[in-house]
């Protein structure tokens, strides 16, 4: 498989690997953490904060964009294809950094956060679309797309409102153009705030649009995979937003089949139960199990704060993590396509550049106010 072949060699070039000197060079990030520029010590690294995570993804965007002229070429496309199950696959393994104990101590505070932020936000777009007077089903994609987990919720919630195929796509390339450039200015501003990983894991996983997106900001912030760090944070905030995609999809649902007119609402359509069990991610459903799973010893001690230190077997889940993860946001970056990106414009770009922004601004500056009463897991 040529495209994955292609990904794993430019992870290897920018990570390099325990031992790797190939006439003196040892990888891109081994590298920068060497480099003096100016007399200042690793300055790409401690004032940019580049790590593989950041430029695996831009290598990807560079292969689409530049190198192979805004297409995959089809001898790539499978591999590159493959990187979003790589994604899922290491979004499930997160589920050994937690317990069910560890889950429970973030209490009804932070689910009524969230859960407030997918009301609100849905509540918002329903009320842009009447403002700007778009399509009722480009309405209800971009209402859920927006207030949960981009390109799943934007999928499960359209063909419970008719949505088109177009309109998932211009759903999913608005929350894509948003998203690039939240991966990108999130650890700075972070870092430039002095948040804590716990704060700063609360915010992304609030306010960021995208559970790719979420993944890539939380390890360009702290690339460290453990109990605590802003991934941990970042990954089990957005894994309790996307859980609420059966309830936002049935109040979209409901919001759109009551302002049809009686002849339009008996078309035939699949019903809300089936659509659900079709559309929800089963990737969460992984997730869950390893939760449980660790929870029950299954993997050892997981390493949380003032317990037993991690077991060489989540030791070895964490390294394999960091590589899938390497491996997944590069094939992310190639998903990007500015020449897609530029045709998502009109009235329904407007509603997701407002309610992007205000959400995840509004999300800082809650984090910032109760960053007192975060609980770390």
Known sequence: MPGLAL??????IIRGYPGMDIAGFKGIEPWMAATKV???QKPLTDAFHLNYILLG????LLYRNV???GEIPAIFSDGFKLSRLMIKTGIILLGSLYTVQAIVQLGAFAIFLIGGFVLLTIVMVLWLGKVFGIDRSMTGVLANALSICG???????????EGRASQVAYAIATILGFGILTMFISPFIGHALGLTDLQYGAWIGTGILNSGQVLAAALAFNPTIAPGTAVSVGEIWNIMRVISIPFAVFIVTVWYWAGKEAQESKTARKSLGTLLVEKFPVFVIGFLVVVLLTSLGAFGDVGLKGGPAASA???????????IFGFGLVGLGGYISFRELSQAGGAP???GLIVGVTKYVLALIVVLIIKDYLVSI
């Open 313 to 323: 077997t989540i030791k070895m889940l964490r390294m394999w993590m960091q590589w």
């Open 67 to 69: 190198i192979f002229g």
């Open 151 to 161: 390109v799943s919720a934007a999928v499960a919630t359209a063909p419970a409102v």
């Open 38 to 40: 100016f007399g200042m």
């Open 57 to 60: 993804i831009i290598a990807g």
């Open 349 to 351: 770009l407007k509603i």
């Open 7 to 12: 990904i794993v060699i430019t992870l290897v």
